[in-house]
């Protein structure tokens, strides 16, 4: 495949500081650097990022006098991972499962399951998903079981490139949509999922088990329809909230 050409941008300081968290240098008055094609990562920063792809990786890259410095790669999580990722999962948001349940993700749905490695080694986020739904009825679809970027890591636009990977994953397979549930009251994620693409469908009633004593809390119902679902029948929201046992 034909690799498009550079850019050459002018930087006018040593350090290109193109977010609050990372910071990138150079020891040139200009970096050339290709378009990141396709992607929200990184949208509306003065720098884009060089994207390669490898069988099992999507690597991004800077270019500084035409040496490639690796930034950060998107791969299939392992089981080795699970030892690693707990920077990711004490965030209070993000549901911990027992180690059988992402085992099972591993085995079933290997595709679904990507993970954000920093250069360093450290695991930035991840995503897990599964598809599932009937085809006769026009419900098979990905799912978003766990999106989760660790606190450091966030406002990098890490948790839109892994939500872009699974849908595109769930358009190769045939999906209709990709659905997830998020808790009504984490108003940060909903509107997150709203800049993508993502509507309310139906609300589900104490969804999600409380603790504490305190009550348990709904979840929203989110969609994005795919291109398989011409007429977008699969977003049309319900005009009444269902209970957990109401879903499939």
Not at 213 to 235: C, H, V
């Amino acid at each position: 495949m034909k690799e498009k050409s550079f850019e050459t941008i002018p930087v006018a300081s040593r350090t290109l500081s193109f977010t609050n968290q990372l910071l990138l240098e150079s020891s040139r008055s200009n970096v050339e650097l290709t378009e990141l094609p396709q992607s929200n990562l990184l949208k509306n920063l003065p720098l884009n990022i060089r994207v390669k792809q490898t069988a099992d990786q999507v690597l991004l890259f800077l270019s500084e006098d035409s040496s490639w410095r690796k930034m950060t790669s998107l791969r299939p999580f392992t089981c080795d991972d699970l030892f690693k990722f707990n920077n990711i999962n004490l965030d209070p948001l993000t549901e911990t499962y027992g180690i059988p349940f992402y085992l099972q993700y591993l085995a079933h749905w290997p595709e679904y399951f990507i993970v954000a490695e920093a250069p360093g080694g450290e695991l930035m986020g991840y995503i897990m998903g599964k598809a599932e739904g009937s085809v006769a009825r026009e419900e098979w679809h990905g799912h978003v079981t766990a999106l989760s970027v660790a606190p450091e890591f966030r406002r990098l636009g890490l948790a839109a490139k892994l939500m872009e990977m699974l849908e595109e994953i769930s358009e190769r397979k045939g999906g209709f949509f990709v659905d997830l549930f998020v808790r009504v009251s984490n108003q940060v994620a909903v509107n997150m999922y709203k800049r993508l693409g993502y509507s309310v469908y139906r609300t589900v009633i104490e969804y999600y088990s409380a603790s504490n004593g305190e009550p348990d809390e709904d979840a929203y119902d989110m969609r994005k329809a795919l291109s398989r679902d011409t007429e977008k029948k699969s977003i049309i929201p319900l005009p009444h909230p269902v209970r957990p046992e109401d879903i499939e």
